[in-house]
């Protein structure tokens, strides 16, 4: 009896122990939603502002 009361304990600890680490990757993981919507919505209003563009090879710079 001891030794599943032990068990059990340890399991219980287990979980507990789990259950923090999920809970810490959810903060993460809502953080990191958080911070990529930033930045789709950053991207979004420089391409409305027209100021993202990619200056290739074989075009002139807008100042010429």
Do not use: F
């Amino acid at each position: 009896m001891t030794h599943l009361e032990e068990r059990i304990a340890h399991l219980t600890r287990t979980v507990d122990e789990l259950s923090d680490v999920v809970a810490r990757q959810q903060d993460e993981i809502d953080r990191l939603t958080r911070r990529v919507a930033m930045l789709w919505q950053r991207e979004a209003d420089r391409a409305q502002e027209g100021s993202g563009g990619v200056i290739l090879g074989d075009e002139r710079p807008p100042h010429y």
